[in-house]
């Protein structure tokens, strides 16, 4: 069982804990669906971009469009087709054309390019769109524009490209076929940026194909255009990665191209999922990522970019009230347990300290003190618990009060008829009362006699027993000398000792005068002596009276070579009725009440009484009494 205090502290502990444990789990829960909504409001907030993205690109394709169809380009292209198709034979010259192309160095710009970069439509180009600076952006949103005839070859452009025949790659057939073709975000190494490819059909004023125009969107500026209209907080901070790690775009600054696929979130990007978020624990700062691939989108939906939202933990307002509201949690509850395990130890101290009395008081009881009292501060079951015990006090006090009455009534009324036996006997003794007796009659009143004798003492023994219980012994002091009470105390012993054959003898250094009652002193020596005679062995038996002053008292011993007493029996003796074994008794005899009466007496003249007694060896007992008034 544990301890009422460890017990009430535990519980304020326990308490206080689970109070602590579900706060900060609903703080946290609320933290995370905080963290819940913030990511959705960041998914949203890709997909407006990319909507927004998808619609700048929507509106340059438009301008493609529309420039296609102007009378410089239809003019052009209209004039190349026609040159081309008055040609010999076509695709040798054209061969050879891109042979010459490609035979010389990537920086080379050949008079036949120049040819192409520096006509009429090239410049137009370069004026309309590479050049073009949008005020907004500072960007023009194109990085290079060329057109090819419907033989696939180039006519203008407004750099060098790599080819000169562009029928053979793919996305020329599919603007030829289709329209339009929209490819991948392309690194364009002349430009040194991200680029969108866009092919558009050019069909003349019938709806023919005649020619494809081809750009190259720069993703930086659109996405720029694209940001005038989107709105978001300054602390958030959004990038563009593509599929492979590229980062091609960021609201802060950022290196372009950057590969960051090796950073630890980039997995959970490319778990292929359509978004997600998750909780950054960077070395500084803690980040809620949200990633995104923004879907439906028909314009761009090739490109496979994914949207990274990111937000400092710390700058989305509510968030950080969590957090702070997590941490004044934190303090306030380690605050509260410290409180509650001081009220604990205060609590289970006035606690336990209140049983301590009860504990207290239930032992005086049992030590028949029972007029103890104990003031508990307690008025509830503690209290009653108290005043029930006191009241129990009380009541035993009157029945042991009833019990001695009666006790010591008895025995008075017990000693009554033994008077009259006494003198019947000691009559019959005398032969000039009742005339002589024979042997067997002498015998038998002699037995009478002794019993009567033995009686008397016993219920002698009860009432001073009593009216010592009771604090009614009277003592009659008076001036004697000890050297006689111990010489008339063998003198009283020694034909019992002698028939026993073992030796008493009195001790003393010097006469000792003592103002005290002869009569009870002599009582507790005759006890002591009897008791001594009663366990010593037959025959080596040795019992001796010791007295010697010391300072204002006469220190007494009563010393024996007998049995001894057991230790744990020794402090039980003083009190009534224990005989320290009982196997024995019968033989020694007696009620246990002699050492009680002479405690009692040694006390009542102001002395004290105590033994010293070894297992085999002997026992001697001592007892003090003050030399009195009269020295
Ligand atoms: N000198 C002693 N040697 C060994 N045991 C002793 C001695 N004195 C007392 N005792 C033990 O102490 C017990 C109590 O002694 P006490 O004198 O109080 O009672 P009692 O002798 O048994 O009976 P009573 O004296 O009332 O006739 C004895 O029964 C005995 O067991
Ligand atoms: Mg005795």
């Known amino acids: 069982m544990l301890r009422i205090r460890t017990a009430v502290i535990l519980v304020f502990l326990l308490t206080t804990g689970l109070f602590m444990v579900m706060a900060i789990y609903s703080v946290t829960a609320g933290q995370d669906s905080i963290q819940q909504s913030v990511g959705q409001s960041s998914q949203l907030l890709a997909q407006d971009m990319a909507k927004f993205i998808e619609f700048v690109v929507s509106i340059k394709i438009d301008d493609l469009f529309d420039y296609s169809k102007t009378d410089i380009v239809q003019n052009a292209v209209l004039k190349s087709n026609q040159e081309f198709s008055e040609l010999e034979d076509m695709q040798d010259y054209i061969t050879q054309q891109e042979d010459d192309w490609k035979s010389v160095s990537e920086e080379t710009i050949t008079p036949f390019m120049q040819s192409l970069i520096s006509n009429e439509l090239s410049e137009d180009i370069r004026n309309n769109f590479v050049e073009k600076i949008n005020p907004k952006t500072g960007h023009s949103g194109f990085s290079e524009l060329f057109l090819t005839n419907e033989y696939g070859v180039i006519i203008s452009q407004s750099g060098k490209t790599t080819d000169y025949r562009q029928d053979d790659e793919d996305w020329w057939q599919k603007a030829k076929v289709d329209g339009i073709s929209i490819g991948k975000t392309e690194y364009d190494e002349s430009a040194k940026a991200d680029v969108i490819p866009i092919g558009i059909k050019i069909t003349d004023e019938n709806g023919d194909f005649v020619g494809v125009l081809k750009a190259a969107l720069s993703v930086r500026s659109i996405i720029r255009e694209a940001e005038i209209f989107t709105q978001y907080d300054v602390t958030t901070q959004v990038n563009i990665v593509t599929e492979e790690g590229r980062l091609i775009y960021s609201t802060t600054p950022f290196r372009f191209n950057e590969n960051i696929s090796d950073q630890p979130f980039f997995d959970k990007l490319q778990s292929g999922q359509q978004g997600g978020f998750f909780v950054d624990e960077g070395e500084f700062k803690k980040e809620l990522v949200t990633y995104s691939r923004p879907s439906n989108l028909q314009v761009i939906g090739e490109q496979d970019w994914i949207f990274v939202i990111k937000h400092q933990i710390g700058d989305v307002g509510i968030m950080s009230e969590m957090l702070t509201l997590r941490d004044n949690l934190i303090l306030v509850s380690t605050v509260i347990i410290g409180i509650a395990v001081v009220l604990g130890i205060l ?281 009195g008034k009269s020295q």
């Open 347 to 627: 609590f289970s101290r006035s606690f336990s300290n209140q049983f301590k009395k009860i504990t207290y008081l239930a032992k005086e009881i049992g030590k028949e003190h029972f007029d103890v009292k104990i003031n508990l501060e307690d008025k509830g079951e503690l209290g009653h618990l108290a005043k029930n015990m006191h009241d129990m006090g009380t009541s035993l006090k009157n029945a042991k009060k009833s019990k001695d009455e009666f006790v010591a009534m008895i025995s008075h009324e017990l000693k009554t008829p033994l008077t009259p036996i006494k003198i019947y006997t000691s009559a019959l003794k005398n032969p000039k009362v009742y005339g002589e007796l024979n042997q067997k009659q002498t015998e038998a009143v002699q037995g009478i006699n002794f019993n009567a004798q033995r009686l008397e003492k016993l219920i002698e023994d009860l009432l001073d027993a009593q009216r010592l219980e009771m604090g009614r012994m009277m003592f009659k002091k008076d001036k004697f000398s000890v050297n006689e009470i111990l010489d008339e105390s063998v003198k009283s012993y020694q034909i019992i000792c002698e028939e026993k054959n073992i030796e008493i003898t009195s001790k003393m250094n010097e006469e000792i005068f003592i103002y005290s009652d002869k009569k009870r002193i002599q009582q507790v020596l005759d006890n002591l002596c009897r008791n001594s005679i009663d366990f010593v062995p037959k025959n080596t038996g040795i019992i001796t009276i010791f007295a010697e002053r010391k300072n204002d008292d006469v220190i007494f011993s009563v010393k024996d070579n007998g049995r001894g007493i057991l230790k744990q029996a020794q402090e039980k003796l003083f009190t009534r009725f224990y005989q320290a074994d009982t196997s024995l008794t019968r033989r020694h005899g007696g009620t246990g009440l002699g050492l009680a009466i002479c405690k009692g007496i040694v006390e009542g003249l102001g002395g004290k009484i105590w033994l010293e007694s070894t297992v085999g060896k002997g026992t001697n007992v001592y007892f003090t009494i003050p030399v």
